[in-house]
């Protein structure tokens, strides 16, 4: 679609507030033979039921649960159908009802966007909201040429069999066409892997520097292998509840607005449209993008997905002015280096054409202005493809708690992973609590959610 | 295939005159598959579990395109609509996104020159990959196509902007979109 009509621009409402109350996720790695995918499923359902603070028996709050929604990225990794009803029964959450929801590498995100519905509209009160991947049972390369499937199979699949090499056109248009450096990317690389390190459930974890990254072996050139995520195992899981329930079980729930976009599985279909603007942008601003660069929008350098997305939730949970002074997190989808790069201008953390001021201001990094991916993000800590929007879902509710340095800096939870705790181990617990956003994506940009976590005790302040 | 094929045959022979009597106990059943070599034991059991299969896979509507490549020519489609898109969609599609109809055939005279419009030096491709690498995947820009449609530089360096011709392998096709690769027209 290429031309809005009214309707296709209506902001989507929850018929009842949702809310966010505890989360849980296993470590990640690249093998994890010790457990079968149902038991890193339950290690994370214990972490959401036992480590949360909630105010009921774990028991007594699995009984509240009415509904579960599933996050798998691709039946082809386990050769599993309907795992769905496997890690339904071996959390003994028989009879109640599940759905699985599958949208590529933004499967977590949409899971949690069908949970949020299921209480929005009075069908459930608790919903578990689950994903995963077990992404270790072929070996990379095999695993490269399934994730590949997800180019489209008759005109680019056979054309590299490698997802690199479909972000990597996009980051040499990007360069090309805004003249950015390559130092950017690398930096993204260096931020995302260092902040893994302070993570227990970070899978590559990593002090880099730029020139290393640079030097690095190529995957598609221009990405080096450091650019780009990994092959990964684990499990991650979030609990939504309507307000009456929420604040049974928590002193400090958080409140949940989630939109969704889409855009063409093949970057070749992208067809040159107007720019659609977040609420603080102007009319015309973007002009010279299309009479300056003749650049078509959005072109190969942007995801109209995550602008879609991105419009929409931020109208949805009122937000209208620079997000980075309206929000004090962001986690977004690095699988590439290129993909971050790219999204800084989608969600309006910059203006399109200059995305790499986001991070050559400082504002990306911990400390600044609107720090993003502390979490580690999917290049240093995790991206078990179905888990990985409820991961960084996860990260934003602790973060907006105040629990980072309870999920990350309790030697315990290192030592429950077989890691020990780094003795230059880095809180990196945000000060401002106010609001939290991640962006969960697939493809080239097929399909985006953009939620929001708004913390209701601090907005109150 | 044809183990599948015998066995199937066989099940539709017509019983025997003389049917034995139900009571009898069946034959022993035979384990008639492989046994799963054991990679690991510790921490847990680990074991090989191959997979070998075929799809039957249609180009639909769109077979038109596939066998224009095998003859030498880049079919490219367009709607008939007027005010509809006017550039032509390649990668083809059969029906409209816009206004919902039939596209029609356009067959696109050779020479075909596209332009560079991005490309990436594919060092390290996946499992299966049927072309010899290193090699540059391009994404070429054809004059009066709305889309930019991806394929691969069957030698030189690309840049963008480069001018690149459509070539098609014609002889021993693949049957496949590497029947379509491109050449420096410079």
Same mark, same amino acid.
């Given at each position: 679609m290429i031309k809005f009509q009214p309707g296709n621009l209506r902001v989507p409402q929850f018929q009842r507030p949702v809310y966010v109350v505890a989360g849980g996720t296993t470590d990640y790695r690249k093998r994890y033979p010790e457990y079968k995918l149902e038991e890193l499923c339950m290690m994370a359902f214990k972490m959401l039921l036992e480590e949360n603070d909630l105010k009921l028996d774990p028991l007594e709050v699995k009984g509240l649960i009415n509904m579960a929604c599933y996050g798998e990225f691709a039946d082809h990794f386990q050769d599993q159908l309907l795992c769905e009803a496997k890690v339904h029964d071996y959390l003994g959450l028989d009879p109640l009802p599940n759905v699985g929801i599958k949208t590529g590498g933004a499967t977590g995100g949409y899971a949690t966007l069908v949970g949020a519905n299921m209480v929005a509209s009075g069908y459930a009160n608790c919903v578990l909201v689950m994903g995963w991947e077990r992404m270790d049972e072929v070996d990379t390369r095999t695993g490269n040429f399934y994730i590949a499937t997800a180019a489209c199979k008759d005109f680019e699949t056979r054309l590299a069999r490698m997802y690199a090499a479909y972000y990597a056109p996009m980051a040499r248009r990007f360069a090309h066409v805004f003249?950015?450096?390559e130092e950017v990317r690398a930096a993204i690389a260096v931020k995302n892997r260092g902040y893994a390190c302070s993570s227990p459930f970070a899978q590559q974890p990593g002090k880099h520097t730029v020139e290393e990254v640079l030097a690095g072996r190529i995957a598609c050139d221009p990405l080096r292998m450091l650019e780009c995520c990994a092959m990964s195992v684990g499990a991650a899981c979030l609990l939504l509840c309507d307000e009456e329930t929420a604040y049974k079980l928590s002193d400090n729930p958080m409140r949940l607005y989630i939109c969704g976009g889409t855009h063409t599985l093949r970057v070749a279909d992208r067809r040159n449209m107007a720019i659609p603007l977040l609420p603080h942008e102007t009319p015309g601003m973007y002009d010279w993008m299309e009479k300056e660069l003749g650049e078509p929008y959005p072109g190969f350098q942007s995801f109209l997905a995550s602008r879609f997305a991105a419009y929409m939730a931020y109208r949805m949970a009122g937000i209208k002015n620079d997000p980075c002074d309206e929000l004090d997190l962001v986690e977004l989808h690095d699988a590439f280096t290129i993909s971050d790069l790219q999204t800084y201008g989608d969600i309006g953390l910059r203006p399109y054409g200059r995305e790499e001021e986001y991070i050559t201001s400082g504002d990306a990094y911990y400390g600044g202005r609107c720090p993003s991916n502390l979490s580690g993000g999917l290049l240093g800590t995790m991206h078990a493809v179905g888990a990985t929007g409820i991961f960084q879902g996860a990260e934003c509710l602790w973060q907006l708690q105040g629990k980072y340095d309870k999920f990350h800096g309790d030697p315990k939870m290192w030592t429950r992973f077989g890691k020990t705790k780094p003795q230059d181990w880095q809180s990196l617990q945000i000060p401002k609590r106010r609001r939290a956003l991640w962006i969960s994506h697939a493809g080239v940009g097929s399909h985006v959610t953009c939620g929001i976590l708004e913390n209701p005790e601090v907005m109150k302040k | 295939m044809k183990k599948v094929k015998k066995k199937t045959v066989k099940a539709r022979k017509p019983a025997p005159k003389k049917a034995k009597p139900r009571s009898q106990a069946p034959a022993e059943i035979r384990f008639t598959g492989t046994p799963m070599p054991v990679e690991q034991t510790e921490p847990a059991m680990v074991i090989q579990w191959p997979r070998t299969l075929v799809h039957h896979h249609t180009y639909g509507l769109l077979s038109p395109f596939f066998e224009g490549l095998k003859q030498g020519v880049l079919r490219a489609t367009r709607c008939p609509t007027p005010g509809c898109e006017k550039g032509l969609w390649l990668p083809p599609?059969? =029906? #409209? /996104? =816009? #206004?919902h109809s039939r596209m029609e055939w356009v067959e696109l005279a050779n020479p075909v020159i596209g332009e560079v419009f991005t490309f990436t030096h594919v060092e390290y491709p996946g499992y299966?990959?049927?072309?010899?690498? /290193?090699y540059y995947q391009i994404d070429v820009k054809i004059p009066g196509c709305c889309t930019i449609m991806k394929g691969y530089l069957v030698r030189g360096e690309a840049k963008i902007g480069m001018k690149v011709r459509a070539c098609f392998r *014609?002889?021993? /096709? *693949?049957? *496949?979109?590497?029947d379509l690769y491109w050449e420096p027209a410079e």
């Open positions: 003249k950015v450096k | 599609r059969a =029906d #409209c /996104p =816009d #206004c299966g990959i049927e072309l010899s690498y /290193p *014609t002889k021993k /096709p *693949t049957n *496949t979109i590497l």
